[in-house]
């Protein structure tokens, strides 16, 4: 489970470019399983981005987004408060840029094509090269990386 055991190289021009963009980047982690929010909080921070906070619901997501600044998102679809759709509906309103990374894709049909989506487990490299992409494109509602 512990993928950060195994990030890219810094000999690798691609891991070299997207660590440019990536460094600095507040990421707010929204997961509930406890192991699995560590594991990306020590992906984002390999990452040299800055993981800004560990939420496991939408509520507390929510509550945190309302005071604080972030440039991307990690969502968990499935939290303990339910899924994460009205995580999901505030981000994509504030413009702010989002990856789900879930094993509930089947459940997710209304979403997949409108909102990034990528299966658990996801690999360094994948997290990476997500984020990478939400920072340098924003995200498909074309709304302002931040808020």
Known sequence: ?????F???????????QG?????????????????AVDYHFQVREMEAIPVGYKG??????????NNAVDAVIVDYALRDGTSEPLMRWLLKHG???????ANKPEMR???GVVPVVDKPISPLDLRTA??????????????TGR
């Not at 890219?8 to 691609?14: I, L, R």
């Not at 702010?96 to 879930?102: A, K, L, Q």
Request: no cysteine; charged share 15%; net charge neutral.
């Open 57 to 66: 619901t939408n509520s507390a997501a929510l509550d945190f987004l309302a």
């Open 20 to 36: 440019g963009v990536l460094r600095g980047s507040r990421i707010l982690i929204v997961e509930d399983e406890p192991l699995m």
């Open 96 to 102: 702010v840029p989002f990856v789900v990374i879930t």
């Open 131 to 144: 984020l990478f992409g939400l920072l340098t494109r924003g995200n498909k509602a074309g709304a302002q």
């Open 110 to 112: 209304q979403w997949i």
């Open 1 to 5: 489970m512990f993928s950060h055991a």
């Open 7 to 17: 990030p890219a190289t810094s000999s690798d021009p691609q891991h070299n470019r």
